[in-house]
């Protein structure tokens, strides 16, 4: 069954300090996987698909599939930053529903 | 951009009630949609996949006589909780697909947030 762990309720970093948030996933195909992000009173919005390979907000992501984690890194945290970040994977073959990890609360402090 | 629109987006109601919540895409058909639960500050647990034309497809441990979902047409489903109860209150979450594909892109709703006294 699909799975997305993520170890940490709550991380709490410094202006300036570099962020890792961390995501397992547990498949036995090729899922797609994805980081959103939901701040104070909004919608969930998508920051990151795997498939994209691409740096938005100053934050990347790498699936490494020997590891099967997808882990959210910025160099530099900015207090805007601070928000609830799901990771979620969607698989093809089980109609495309995407399954979110835990959450977990970033809060950058000034 | 795609937009898909809840509503409402807060209802307060009494236990033993019944509460339609509605999920629109505005600008795209969705022959899909999802429908999650969200806990403060905790996982959306997905509850059921909704597809037009056809019976929801519910997950594990949902009770699909107390959450019935309609999708009548390529822009609308509805979420009704029947005989609401206090640990029924919560935040309930949509999701459309746009497009036929399990990798077609997802967009969520704002939600609504359901208290029951």
């Known amino acids: 069954a699909q799975r997305v762990t993520q170890p940490e309720k709550l991380l709490s970093v410094f202006k300036g300090a570099p962020v890792e948030l961390k995501c397992n996933y547990s498949?036995?195909?090729?899922?797609?996987l994805f980081w959103y992000v939901q701040y104070s009173r909004q919608r969930l919005q998508l920051l990151l698909r795997?498939?994209s390979r691409e740096s938005i907000k100053g934050f990347t992501a790498d699936l490494n599939k020997g590891e099967t984690s997808f882990h959210l890194k910025k160099p530099f945290a900015q207090e805007e930053d601070s928000a609830m970040y799901y990771c979620?994977?969607?698989?093809?073959?089980?109609?495309?529903?995407?399954?979110f990890g835990q959450g977990t609360e970033l809060s950058v402090k000034p | 951009g795609a937009v898909v629109s809840q509503h409402p987006s807060w209802v307060i109601c009494k236990s033993g009630t019944s509460v339609k919540i509605e999920c629109r895409s505005l600008?795209?058909?969705?022959?899909?949609m999802f429908w999650y639960r969200q806990f403060p500050k905790q996982s959306l647990m997905l509850m059921a996949t909704?597809?037009?034309?056809?019976?929801?497809?519910?997950e594990q441990g949902v009770e699909k006589d107390k959450f019935l979902i309609n999708h009548a047409s390529l822009t609308l489903s509805t979420l009704t909780v029947t005989s609401a109860h206090p640990e029924d209150s919560s935040f309930y979450i949509c999701?459309?697909?746009?497009?036929?594909?399990?990798?077609?892109?997802?967009?969520f709703g704002n939600g609504t947030r359901l208290t029951v006294t």
């Open positions: 979620a994977s969607r698989s093809y073959n089980q109609g495309g529903k995407l399954i």
């Open positions: 498949y036995s195909g090729s899922p797609e």
């Open positions: 795997h498939i």
């Open positions: 600008d795209f058909q969705a022959t899909t």
């Open positions: 909704s597809n037009e034309g056809s019976k929801a497809t519910y």
């Open positions: 999701s459309a697909r746009d497009g036929q594909g399990g990798n077609s892109p997802l967009h």
